[in-house]
């Protein structure tokens, strides 16, 4: 089992800044990709920034809304995952989640996902 904790979300005014942060722990054999999601109700959940980790390193893939005022990172030792926001828009208010695709330790693919943590963009 996989168990991801999140934190960070809160209100922040429009052009603030916030990091969220995930932490993962449990049967972890190898890490595949790394993530933050958002979605605001009624609608689907969509990417925000994603880490894919391969052997020959990792790459990073954003959505167009953000790429430029996000920065996704990750502390390999920590098993854990960053998203520091800048530049927040009203547009930006949802709930965030963190997502984490691991192959355990019986060569199992595992695709877990955080609590939510609520951003608001407000003044």
């Known amino acids: 089992q996989v168990h991801l904790v999140e934190s960070g979300g809160g209100l922040v005014q429009p052009g603030g800044s916030l990091r969220l942060s995930c932490k993962a722990s449990?049967?972890?054999?190898?890490?595949?990709?790394m993530g933050w999601y958002r979605q605001i109700p009624g609608k689907q959940r969509d990417m925000v920034a994603l880490?894919?980790?391969?052997?020959?390193?990792?790459?990073?893939n954003y959505a167009n809304s953000v790429r430029g005022r996000f920065t996704i990172s990750r502390d390999r030792h920590e098993k854990a995952v960053y998203l520091q926001m800048t530049g927040l828009k009203s547009e930006d208010t949802a709930v965030y989640y963190c997502?984490?695709?691991?192959?355990?330790?019986?060569?199992?693919?595992?695709?877990?996902w955080g609590q939510g943590t609520q951003v608001t963009v407000s003044a």
């Open positions: 880490i894919s980790v391969s052997t020959t390193g990792d790459s990073t």
């Open positions: 997502n984490i695709k691991v192959l355990n330790s019986d060569w199992i693919g595992v695709d877990a």
């Open positions: 449990g049967n972890i054999f190898s890490i595949k990709s």
